[in-house]
C-alpha cells in the first residue's frame, strides 16, 4: 500500500497529476483511509508507471486509449494500436532518410541546374501526389505559417516550386511526432528555411532523423512498462 507522495516522489510526477489521472479513469479507483487519504496499491503504480512512460514515446493520446484498452482487457487490440505507432515511426525515420539523400543530390547540382528547376512549378495536387500529404495537410501548414505558397494571379490557384517542396517534404516526416520543445523548434527552423539553403535543409533533416532515433528509445521504454503492466493484470505470463 503506497500514499500519493510516495508515488510522487517515485514517479518525479506532482499529487495532483495523479488525481488527474484517477479523474479521466486512466487508473482503477483507490481505496481510502479512514481519514480519507488515497491509498495506491503496486497496480496503481504500474499504471502510473505506464502512463508516464508511453506518453513520452507514443503522446498522451495513444497512451489513454492503451491503459483504457487494458482496463477493459482488450490486451490484442492495445498491442495492435502501439504496433501501429511503431510502424508510424519507422515510416518516418525512412522519409527523413530520404530526404538527407534527395538534398544531398540537390547540392551536388550546379547553381545554373538549380536555378532552373527551382522555378518548375506543380499543383497542390501534384504536390501532393509526390509527397503522399493530403492537399488539406498542406493547405493547413500554410494557414499556421509553416510554408509560403504562390498564387495564380488570374485564378488564385496555389503553385507550388522545388524549394517549396522541399519544406513539405521535411514537414511530413513530423507529422506523427509527438509534441515537444524539439518538434516546436524543428518546425520552426522549416518555417523560416531559406527556399536557396539546401544545405540548412539538408541540416533539419538530419536533426530530425536524430529526433525520431530519440523517439524510438522512448518508445522502447514504454513498451517495457507497458509488458509490466500487463503482468500486473496477469493479461500476458
Not at 518555417?191 to 532515433?213: F, G, M, P, S, W
Request: hydrophobic share 35%; charged share 25%.
Amino acid at each position: 500500500m503506497m500514499r500519493p507522495i510516495d508515488i510522487s516522489r517515485r514517479l518525479g510526477l506532482s499529487t495532483s497529476t495523479l488525481r488527474n489521472y484517477e479523474r479521466q479513469g486512466l487508473v482503477p479507483p483507490c481505496q481510502r483511509s479512514q481519514a480519507g487519504y488515497r491509498i495506491y496499491t503496486e497496480e496503481h503504480l504500474a499504471y502510473f508507471e505506464c502512463i508516464e512512460a508511453m506518453s513520452l514515446g507514443f503522446g498522451m493520446e495513444i497512451t489513454v486509449q492503451v491503459v483504457r484498452g487494458l482496463q477493459a482487457k482488450k490486451m490484442d487490440s492495445v498491442l495492435w494500436l502501439v504496433t501501429n505507432s511503431q510502424a508510424n515511426l519507422y515510416r518516418d525515420r525512412q522519409l527523413a532518410k530520404s530526404n538527407i539523400q534527395m538534398l544531398e543530390s540537390q547540392e551536388k547540382e550546379t547553381s545554373s541546374r538549380e536555378e532552373s528547376t527551382e522555378q518548375e512549378w506543380m499543383t497542390i495536387g501534384e504536390a501532393s501526389a509526390k509527397t503522399s500529404i493530403p492537399a488539406s495537410t498542406i493547405r493547413h501548414w500554410e494557414k499556421i505559417g509553416l510554408i509560403t505558397l504562390a498564387r495564380d494571379p488570374q485564378n488564385g490557384y496555389r503553385w507550388i516550386n522545388r524549394s517549396q517542396l522541399r519544406k513539405i517534404s521535411l514537414l511530413r516526416t513530423l507529422r506523427s511526432a509527438v509534441y515537444s520543445d524539439t518538434v516546436v523548434q524543428l518546425k520552426q527552423a522549416i518555417a523560416e528555411l531559406n527556399h536557396e539553403d539546401v544545405a540548412h535543409a539538408r541540416k533539419i533533416a538530419q536533426e530530425t532523423t536524430q529526433y525520431l532515433d530519440k523517439m524510438n528509445q522512448k518508445q522502447l521504454r514504454g513498451m517495457y512498462y507497458l509488458y509490466a503492466l500487463c503482468r500486473s493484470l496477469h493479461l500476458i505470463e
